[in-house]
């Protein structure tokens, strides 16, 4: 509820007058005229972009507690007894389980950078509904080829990372036409907080749905609601506000107003290596992403590890810190444009404070964690410092935006790229280092990532820019302007 008031707090509406045939009515007939309300079409991007990564993170997230009922099994009342019904995949190692989950970022690496050129070339609405489609259709086959074995499994989420790969690269291409200068941050962080919430409901109900239906439906209930988005996506969404045929006159003006060229234009790969600022959006991205990678994998066995928590439970609670982070992330986008627009702080320096900031919150929290006594400190710790990482997507995410514009879709092909080596790295390495779940195991993972963190911060705030680099600021097109 308080996610959906937030939400309706910057979704503007306005007022349309019309006739009996739908057409705006003129100036002089509109006070007689019925006055409908209409979102503006921005925000209804905005909204299907934020439920498209609900579902591709939901269906990202389900294996991480999926597996759990698929190695060591789980308890269930009959007659009024427990009865222990055990894991149908009991004899996968540690290590195997850690290439399951992995496998999936081996495939997701892949195809950031195509993702851009092709979302630059064929438009993102159509790659990022290639992306969502058929990470539904392997989730939905998940069931039938674990049953075939690990091996096929691993080959299974690694086609899987392919198809989920090419999302980012290709929502960013759409808000660098869908978004106006002054509300990057709000719009883009709108749509990516929906890879929280998407994780807040994948934990909770894959936990209720693998205790109740058994596992193999956990799979099919998030292929499902992928295929419906999928249907509503291609139905409602336009690729560039010129082709939304629903789009007001108004509304149109303004993203022309603030649009870039659409024009082809030839990368400039060996000035972006070189640049600085690139490589502060790279460094915070794959610090990042290792905390939230090493959390998305393991905190259901944390939870079950340290704080002994039954399946059901563990998916419940797991949850939350993606609730957390997706609320501040939400909020943190919402006020980062209004330091910017309001009280004119420079970009630059909203970008640092709240991307170094939640770093060293979330590195905090982590220490705590490590030296927590007790279960309610010890969720309370993990879920701040997953939470935390809401300040920092509002700071780096964004500022391909700002530094390059017309690149957006490449320059974040390039560091999500990067960003998912934690994501292929930290599952295998938590596998080798966590044997029986000790504490001490897991707090050498907690202190490794608070390290991490703190490393990402002191490079973002060293290099970081909020300002057009010079090789993005006049580039000449070689093909003719796209139509």
Request: charged content about 15%; proline content about 4%; overall charge neutral.
């Given at each position: 509820?308080?996610?959906l008031?937030?939400?309706?707090s ?8 019309s ?8 100036e ?5 005229a019925?006055?409908k309300?209409?979102?503006q079409?921005r ?5 299907f ?7 591709i993170y939901a269906?990202?997230?389900d ?30 190692s540690?290590?195997v ?5 992995g496998?999936?970022?081996f ?6 950078i195509?993702?851009?050129f092709?979302?630059h ?13 058929g ?9 039938p080829?674990?049953k075939?074995?690990?091996?096929i499994?691993?080959i299974?989420?690694f086609v899987?990372?392919m ?10 291409v ?6 106006p ?22 934990m909770?109900?894959s ?16 292929g ?15 690729d ?14 303004l ?6 060229s659409?024009?082809?234009?030839i ?7 070189q640049s ?10 794959t610090?990042?992403?290792?905390g ?11 939870l ?6 039954e ?7 797991s949850?939350l810190?993606y ?6 992330l ?11 627009k ?7 320096k ?16 982590l220490i ?48 999500n ?16 280092m966590v044997?029986?779940?000790?504490a ?20 973002y705030w ?9 090789w ?12």
């Amino acid at each position: 509820f308080s996610f959906l008031m937030s939400a309706l707090s910057w979704m503007k509406y306005r007022p349309l007058a019309s006739d009996e045939n739908g057409e705006e009515a003129s100036e002089n007939e509109s006070s007689d005229a019925p006055v409908k309300w209409r979102m503006q079409r921005r925000h209804i991007v905005a909204l299907f972009a934020f439920l498209g990564f609900a579902n591709i993170y939901a269906m990202r997230a389900d294996l991480s507690v999926a597996i759990v009922q698929m190695t060591t099994g789980t308890t269930k009342v009959r007659d009024g007894s427990l009865s222990n019904l055990y894991g149908e995949f009991s004899t996968w190692s540690p290590m195997v389980q850690g290439a399951v989950l992995g496998s999936f970022f081996f495939g997701y690496i892949l195809t950031q950078i195509p993702g851009g050129f092709l979302s630059h070339r064929f438009g993102g609405k159509i790659v990022f509904l290639v992306g969502v489609f058929g990470t539904t259709v392997f989730t939905l086959l998940t069931p039938p080829f674990a049953k075939l074995g690990y091996v096929i499994l691993i080959i299974a989420r690694f086609v899987e990372g392919m198809f989920e790969g090419v999302t980012y690269p290709a929502m960013h291409v759409m808000w660098s036409h869908w978004a106006p200068t002054l509300e990057k941050t709000k719009l883009a962080t709108f749509a990516f907080s929906g890879s929280y919430f998407g994780t807040v409901v994948a934990m909770p109900l894959s936990g209720y749905i693998g205790h109740n239906l058994g596992w193999p439906f956990i799979f099919y209930f998030f292929g499902l609601a992928g295929l419906l988005w999928c249907y509503f996506w291609e139905k409602k969404i336009a690729d560039k506000p010129t082709s939304d045929a629903e789009i007001s006159t108004e509304e149109l003006t303004l993203l022309q107003r603030d649009a870039i060229s659409h024009n082809t234009y030839i990368v400039p790969w060996r000035f972006i290596i070189q640049s600085k600022p690139v490589w502060a959006v790279i460094a915070a991205h794959t610090c990042q992403n290792w905390g939230f990678y090493t959390m998305l994998t393991n905190l259901p066995k944390i939870l079950e590890d340290l704080a002994n928590y039954e399946l059901e439970k563990a998916g419940v609670v797991s949850g939350l810190p993606y609730f957390i982070m997706g609320a501040t992330l939400l909020w943190s986008g919402q006020f980062a444009d209004y330091l910017r627009k309001e009280k004119g702080w420079e970009t630059v320096k909203v970008r640092r404070y709240f991307c170094c900031g939640g770093f060293v919150l979330q590195a905090l929290c982590l220490i705590f964690a490590s030296l927590s006594k007790s279960t309610s400190l010890l969720v309370g710790s993990l879920t701040l410092s997953i939470g935390a990482g809401g300040f920092t997507w509002a700071g780096f995410s964004v500022n391909h935006l700002d530094i390059a514009p017309q690149f957006a879709g490449h320059l974040m092909g390039v560091s999500n790229t990067v960003a998912t080596l934690p994501g292929m790295i930290s599952p295998l390495l938590v596998g080798a280092m966590v044997v029986v779940g000790s504490a001490s195991e897991w707090n050498f993972i907690f202190y490794l990532c608070a390290g991490i963190y703190l490393i990402g911060a002191a490079i973002y705030w060293k290099w970081a820019s909020g300002e057009i680099e010079p090789w993005a600021a006049d580039q000449s097109p070689f093909i003719r302007e796209m139509q």
